[in-house]
T-cell receptor, first 113, second 116 residues
Framework: GEDVEQSLFLSVREGDSSVINCTYT??????LYWYKQEPGAGLQLLTY?????DMKQDQRLTVLLNKKDKHLSLRIADTQTGDSAIYFC?????????????FGKGTTLSVSS | AAGVIQSPRHLIKEKRETATLKCYPI?????VYWYQQGPGQDPQFLIS???????DKGSIPDRFSAQQFSDYHSELNMSSLELGDSALYFC???????????????FGNGTRLTVT
């Protein structure tokens, strides 16, 4: 995760909004992704955004992209206890088939009732 | 919907032994990726295959090898296992969607390898 940085922890109360931030370094990234990982489980794709977009909304999730600052954020509205998990930001560097996603170190979201 | 299938779910090996992990991608997905995730770590990319050819290479040790077969399933072979190889190994698959390459990776539930 050396090219993608995230804050490590976020604690919110149930019903509040959560904002998870991510910065990336490679300006050639075309798509940026958010994945969720619950304990002992695999990575679940939440949403993604194309680099020529500023915002994408999907139900309770809003992704904001500031390409100039290479800053990506994920906002979760009305956060629930079931949202407690680790959230990973990821970037894809090239358009070639098979190019891997590079992940940040993940943000642990803790939701208290 | 069909997901990525990995086997085995758990594996315990001793140092210097070998292990083989298997991955069955989502139907019609032609690309597979292998990741290693240590405790409390982010997933580290190991290697990927597109249409049975190695496509991208990450931090895969020389002791590890992988291949993708004609039915698109993939196997990760690990030899001379070390204690530090204990981790969760994920396989992911994606379809090739052309350029720009928006092919989100769909992950399996992983194989937890413990080396004693």
């Amino acid at each position: 995760g050396e090219d993608v940085e995230q804050s490590l922890f976020l604690s919110v109360r149930e019903g509040d909004s959560s904002v998870i931030n991510c910065t990336y370094t490679d300006s050639s990234s075309t798509y940026l992704y958010w994945y969720k990982q619950e304990p002992g489980a695999g990575l679940q794709l939440l949403t993604y955004i194309f680099s020529n977009m500023d915002m994408k909304q999907d139900q309770r999730l809003t992704v904001l992209l500031n390409k100039k600052d290479k800053h990506l954020s994920l906002r979760i509205a009305d956060t629930q206890t079931g949202d407690s998990a680790i959230y990973f930001c990821a970037e894809r560097l090239t358009n070639q088939a098979g190019t891997a996603l590079i992940f940040g170190k993940g943000t642990t979201l803790s939701v208290s009732s | 919907a069909a997901g990525v299938i990995q086997s085995p779910r758990h594996l315990i090996k001793e140092k210097r032994e070998t292990a083989t992990l298997k991955c069955y991608p989502i139907p019609r997905h032609d690309t597979v990726y292998w990741y290693q995730q240590g405790p409390g770590q982010d997933p580290q990319f190991l290697i990927s295959f597109y249409e049975k050819m190695q496509s991208d290479k990450g931090s895969i040790p020389d002791r590890f090898s992988a291949q993708q077969f004609s039915d698109y399933h993939s196997e990760l072979n690990m030899s001379s296992l070390e204690l530090g190889d204990s981790a969760l190994y994920f396989c992911a698959s994606s379809p090739w969607a052309g350029v720009p390459n928006n092919s989100p990776l769909h992950f399996g539930n992983g194989t937890r390898l413990t080396v004693t």
